[in-house]
């Protein structure tokens, strides 16, 4: 592989190359691909959403706008990959993950 690369003037990133069996599963634009099941959102997307959401909540946004964000990165993860992608984290599954890390539940969801 490396001998082609360099053949063709090209080099491989460090920090963003695994080399190894397909069957373990990989990520790709931000889902996770495993032989045999739909696609998923990877940790790292999640992990990216969850710091979007705890810096627009740190800088006092309300809910509605929390909700929005959420609810334009659930499109981006189904848009183009309609029932290839699995319906597990509905929506409202990752709304509650989101609003339960930045300790928003039960009496405390007020809108500002």
């Known amino acids: 592989m490396h001998s082609v690369l360099a053949a063709l003037r090209l080099s491989v990133h460090p ?3 695994f080399i190894g069996k397909t069957a373990r599963g990989f990520d790709f634009l931000g889902y996770r691909f495993r032989p045999g099941r ?3 959102p990877a940790q790292q997307s999640i992990d990216r959403l969850t710091t979007r959401a705890r810096r ?3 800088q006092g946004a309300a ?23 699995s319906t ?3 929506f409202t599954r990752v ?3 989101i609003l339960k890390q930045l300790h928003l539940t039960g009496n405390r969801i007020r809108p500002r």
Request: zero cysteines.
């Open 88 to 90: 597990k984290g509905r």
């Open 15 to 17: 920090d963003k190359r």
């Open 56 to 58: 627009l909540h740190e």
């Open 95 to 97: 709304w509650v993950l």
């Open 63 to 85: 809910l509605y706008r929390l909700r929005q964000t959420m609810w334009r990165w659930y499109r981006w993860l189904h848009g183009g990959l309609r029932g290839r992608v």
């Open 38 to 40: 739909k696609r998923r």
